[in-house]
T-cell receptor
């Protein structure tokens, strides 16, 4: 499982409340990612990090922010949750692979419901 | 046009048959390609990666890549009920990021 944990695993919240999801890894991987998965859309990248305090946006970053103050933790924050952010959120890390590219491995996921 | 397209399925195959899954991608500069398996309610699990044109075999799985046609496929031989899952195709259009297809759901009937 590449040493990735996510918390919480399930959360129900109300529209307009702030929510923070945590991804924790134990193997000192440089790259970390947040995805959301919705029916018919597959996995879509929200934000990613390439080092402590180094982050960048993915294709669906609106309404989300991230922080990485330590190598092992990558936090995803919904400043004011909306019903459209109801989804399953996966954290991933990447490990060096062949051909100069990295292979991504996923955490167990967080199921978020915004009422 | 989506970056990565897969047949949405569902694909139903009898036990012992070959399941064939297809994936096309739009970025001609893509260099690495992955297949993930995802059981219902679980996270994606890497089953194959391929970087060069041709076939790559791992057990009952064979990945096929044709960069000229921008096409990658996955064959599952001797399909088992435990192969029933959604299979995600992922393509690396640039370093450190992946683009995923929406997935193909496979059901193996006993």
């Amino acid at each position: 499982d590449a040493g990735i944990t996510q918390s919480p695993r399930h959360k129900v919240t109300e529209t307009g409340t702030p929510v923070t999801l945590r991804c924790h890894q134990t193997e000192n991987h440089r790259y970390m990612y947040w995805y959301r998965q919705d029916p018919g859309h597959g996995l879509r990248l929200i934000h990613y990090s390439y080092g402590v305090k180094d982050t960048d946006k993915g294709e669906v970053s609106d309404g989300y922010s991230v922080s990485r103050s330590k190598t092992e933790d990558f936090l995803l924050t919904l400043e004011s949750a909306t019903s459209s952010q109801t989804s399953v959120y996966f954290c991933a890390i990447s490990e060096p692979g062949l051909a100069g590219t990295d292979t991504q491995y996923f955490g167990p996921g967080t199921r978020l419901t915004v009422l | 046009q989506k970056e990565v397209e897969q047949n949405s399925g569902p694909l139903s195959v009898p036990e012992g048959a070959i399941a064939s899954l297809n994936c096309t991608y739009s970025d001609r500069g893509s260099q690495s390609f992955f297949w993930y398996r995802q059981y219902s309610g679980k996270s994606p699990e890497l089953i194959m990666s391929i970087y060069s044109n041709g076939d790559k075999e791992d057990g009952r799985f064979t990945a096929q890549l044709n960069k000229a046609s921008q096409y990658v496929s996955l064959l599952i031989r001797d399909s088992q009920p435990s192969d029933s899952a959604t299979y995600l195709c992922a393509v690396n259009p640039n370093d450190y990021k992946l683009s995923f297809g929406a997935g193909t759901t496979v059901t193996v009937r006993a």
